[in-house]
């Protein structure tokens, strides 16, 4: 059915599509019939999965980006993913940077986005979260710093969103590796990441204990990162003591790229990322002896590209552009596949 519908929606530009979509899915979470008849169409065994203290239904999960403002995710769980991950949320409300700022390239099954974190902010997003959440479903949130908030400064940022959401996410996820937001990069590097994972590991370990559930902190790192800066990284993490990582965000790099649009500024993301994300993975299994669990993301356009992650190494994994070529039902033969 998808393929019948994905020529229409790509004759829209692709935000306007999205919104579209998001609308939908916060419609269906008001209907439950619909609802449910959707949950019954996507429903399959459960694949239990534990990870960073959690349990999750299933190892799939939907990326951050997708549902950046919390409007769509009680919607999108009839899709049948076993976590969500909300945001990128800053304190602030935020335009992102001009548009457009997305680009299909449908002949390599890839998006360029430099959307910027554009979003309503920390209280908008509080307000979405609150409520009955969807049974069964794990809800992380990704967070990251404003635009206009200098780097020396990001700790403050981290530590109102992580404060904020304490009480209402499963997870939180430690974004310093967008490329769409200037200099936010440079927060990987070992000093830098290093402290900002120090005061947000020491501030969650208070918040836990008034509320008496666990809070596992992640760090979502740069596919761009070279063998040094990634080991400078991975020891930041570990002796700050986060419970994971994500792999990866999206890259920079463009490769043979058979479209006019692929000098567009921007991540990449999609097929081209395959590879990359996936080595990625097993470098970071490899330096840190699996001691650091990790949620692999990026090109998993079919069960088989997310089979190669959790073989790699991720004991988890996450799909976002892949959704936009393959359709929903990628999520459930990719649980079936496990």
């Known amino acids: 059915m998808y393929e019948l519908i994905r020529p229409f929606l790509f004759l829209l530009d692709p935000e ?26 996507y429903d399959t065994e459960d694949k239990p999965v534990k990870a960073f203290g959690l349990s999750f239904s299933n190892p799939v999960g939907l990326g951050a980006g997708y549902d950046k403002d ?36 449908p002949s390599n099954q890839a998006l360029i986005n430099r959307m910027g974190f554009p979003g309503r902010g920390i209280d908008f997003v509080k307000r979405q979260m609150e409520g009955k959440k969807p049974e069964n479903l794990v809800l992380g949130v990704n967070i990251g710093k404003n635009q206009e908030t200098p780097n020396q400064e990001a700790a403050k940022d981290y530590l109102t969103l992580l404060r904020g959401f304490a009480g209402l996410a499963d997870y939180i996820a430690v974004n310093v590796s967008s490329p769409n937001t200037i200099g936010l990069r440079r927060l990987q590097a070992r000093d830098m990441l290093e402290g900002l994972l120090r005061v947000m590991v020491k501030e969650r370990d208070r918040l836990v204990k008034h509320l ?81 669990p990790i949620i692999g993301v990026g090109g998993i356009m079919s069960p088989a590209d997310a089979l ?21 039902g990628l999520i459930k033969r990719i649980i079936e596949a496990c």
Do not use: W
Request: proline share 7%.
């Open 16 to 41: 306007r599509a999205h919104r579209i979509t998001i609308r939908l899915m916060h419609g269906l979470a008001g209907m439950p019939f619909l609802f449910r008849l959707l949950r019954s169409l």
């Open 70 to 105: 919390a409007l769509g995710f009680r919607g999108l769980a009839a899709l049948g993913m076993g976590h969500i991950e909300i945001g990128t949320v800053t304190p602030r409300p935020q335009t992102g940077n001009p548009k457009p700022r997305i680009f299909r390239l």
């Open 212 to 292: 008496e559930k666990p809070l596992p902190l992640l760090v979502k790192l740069a596919p761009d990162l070279d063998d040094r800066e990634l080991d400078d990284a991975l020891e930041a993490s570990l002796i700050a003591g986060v419970e994971g990582v994500i792999a990866t965000n999206t890259t920079v790099e463009r490769g043979n790229l058979q479209s006019p649009l692929a000098g567009e500024e921007g991540g990449l993301s999609g097929k081209p990322l395959s590879e990359r994300s996936t080595e990625m993975i097993r470098k970071i299994t490899y330096r840190t002896a699996g001691e650091l």
């Open 308 to 328: 190669e992650k959790l073989d790699a190494g991720a004991c988890l994994v996450q799909v976002y552009t892949g959704l936009v070529y393959q359709g929903p």
